[in-house]
C-alpha cells in the first residue's frame, strides 16, 4: 500500500534535484576580466543596511564596505531603534567618511520598514543590501555594476555564504548552501523561488512599483516578497553565479537559536502566493514528511524499514550529487559525510522549523499589537 505514494513522492523530488543539477550547471560563472571596465561607466550604487543592535558587528562590515574597488555613491545605514552602541558606532564613520548617511526609523522597530526607510532616501537607481552582520568583499560593488552594464536587471539574486567554526557550523554551511544553489538553479530556468536580503540588488525605481505587494503588515520576507512580485510582473531577474560578488555571514552558535532563525524564515510562507516556490516546497516537505513516517512506523511495522532505507539513500544520494556540483563554488568540505548527517536531522529540522513557524513565531507576533517582530 506504501509502494506506490512512496515511488511517487521520489520519483518527483528526483526530477526536482535533476532541475536543479541542470539549472546550476547552465550558469555561467563571471570570468575575473568581466568586471574589469573603465570606472566611468559603471552606474552609481546606493548601499542600504538596516541596523539594530549591531554594534559588535558593523565595524567589520563598514570597514568591508569603504574598502570597495568601486566607491558606494551613497551607504545609508538606518538605525532601526537600536539600544546598543551602534548609534556611536554609526557616528564615528559618519565622522570620516562622507558617503555614510544615517536615517532612523520611526515607531516600532522592524527591518522591512528600516530597509523602506533607506531605499526610499537612495538617490542612486540600483541600491544594493545586505544586512549588518556581513562581511562583503572589496570587489563587490564593482562585480555588481558591471553585471548591470553588461546585462541589465531588474532584480540581481546574489550569493550568500555562511563561515564559522566546529561541527554544528559546517553543517549549516552546508545546508544554507543548499538554499542558494537550489535558488540560483531555479533562477537558470527563469523560474527564481528565493533569494536573501544580505546580498540583493535592484532598481529602485521598480521597488518603489512593488510597495502594494511586499506585506507590509508582516515583520520580515522584504526579499522574497520582493522577488515575486518583481516575477509577477514580468521584470528581470537573474542570478550571478560571482565568488567576486559573495556575502558572508556568521553561522547560529547554537542549536536554539538556529532553529529561532529558520523559524522566522518560514513564518511568511503561509502569505506566499508564487505557484513555483509553493510547489518546490511541497515536494521538498513530502520527502522529508515521507522519511520521518516511514521512520517512525518502523518502529511498529519491520517491512516499512526497508522502504525507509530506500528513501533514505536515494535522497543521500541525489543531494550528494546536487552538493558535489556545487561543492566548487562554495568551497565546502567533506561533502560524503557531512550530507549523510545533514540526511539523517534534516527531516527533524524541517519538521520542527515548520512546527517553530507556525506557532512560536505567529504567537509572538500576537504579542506585539505592531506585528513586528
Keep these: 500500500m506504501w509502494v506506490v505514494p512512496v515511488v511517487v513522492v521520489m520519483g518527483i523530488y528526483a526530477v526536482l534535484l535533476l532541475l536543479f543539477m541542470c539549472g546550476w ?22 548601499v542600504v543596511v538596516a541596523c539594530r543592535n549591531e554594534a559588535e558587528h558593523l565595524p567589520a562590515l563598514l570597514d568591508s564596505l569603504v574598502r570597495q574597488t568601486l566607491s558606494p555613491a551613497e551607504i545609508i545605514l538606518v538605525n532601526d531603534n537600536s539600544t546598543d552602541d551602534t548609534p556611536a558606532v554609526m557616528d564615528r564613520y559618519v565622522a570620516r567618511y562622507s558617503a555614510i548617511r544615517v536615517l532612523s526609523t520611526a515607531g516600532g522597530s522592524s527591518k522591512k520598514k ?10 542612486s537607481e540600483l541600491v544594493l543590501c545586505t544586512d549588518a ?8 560593488l564593482q562585480t555588481v555594476a558591471a553585471a548591470y552594464v553588461q546585462q541589465p536587471f531588474d532584480l540581481l539574486i546574489l550569493p550568500v555564504s555562511m563561515q564559522g567554526d566546529g561541527f554544528f557550523s559546517r ?32 532598481r529602485r525605481q521598480e521597488w518603489l512599483a512593488s510597495q502594494a505587494d511586499l506585506h507590509g503588515e508582516l515583520p ?5 516578497f520582493l522577488l515575486h512580485s518583481f516575477k509577477r ?60 513516517v516511514l521512520f517512525f ?10 522502504s525507509w532505507l530506500a528513501v533514505f539513500l536515494v535522497k543521500w544520494l541525489l543531494d550528494g550529487l546536487f552538493l558535489k556540483l556545487a561543492q566548487p563554488f562554495f568551497a565546502y568540505k567533506h561533502v560524503a559525510a557531512m550530507s549523510f548527517l545533514l540526511s539523517l536531522v534534516y527531516p527533524f529540522y524541517v519538521s520542527v522549523s515548520v512546527l517553530h513557524a507556525c506557532f512560536g513565531t505567529q504567537k509572538k507576533s500576537r504579542g506585539n499589537s505592531a506585528g513586528f517582530a
Design 220 to 224: 520580515s520576507g522584504d526579499d522574497m
Design 114 to 123: 528600516a530597509l523602506a526607510t533607506g531605499i526610499r532616501s537612495a538617490a
Design 133 to 140: 552582520d556581513c562581511i562583503v568583499p572589496e570587489t563587490w
Design 233 to 292: 510582473r514580468g521584470l528581470r531577474i537573474r542570478f550571478l553565479k560571482s565568488r567576486k560578488a559573495m556575502v558572508y555571514t556568521s553561522t547560529c552558535p547554537d542549536l536554539r537559536s538556529f532553529v529561532r532563525q529558520r523559524g522566522r524564515w518560514t513564518s511568511k510562507a503561509g502569505h506566499y502566493t508564487d505557484a513555483d516556490t509553493i510547489a518546490v516546497a511541497v515536494v521538498v516537505f513530502a520527502v522529508n514528511l515521507l522519511w520521518l
Design 171 to 202: 553543517l549549516q554551511q552546508l545546508e544554507f548552501a543548499t538554499l542558494v544553489a537550489s535558488g540560483a538553479a531555479m533562477a537558470a530556468w527563469r523560474h527564481p523561488i528565493m533569494c536573501n536580503g544580505a546580498n540583493l540588488a535592484f
Design 297 to 306: 512506523g518502523a518502529f511498529f511495522n519491520v517491512a516499512l524499514a526497508w
Design 25 to 46: 550547471k547552465r550558469l555561467p560563472e563571471q570570468a575575473a576580466q568581466d568586471t574589469v571596465m573603465p570606472m566611468e561607466q559603471l552606474p552609481a550604487v546606493a
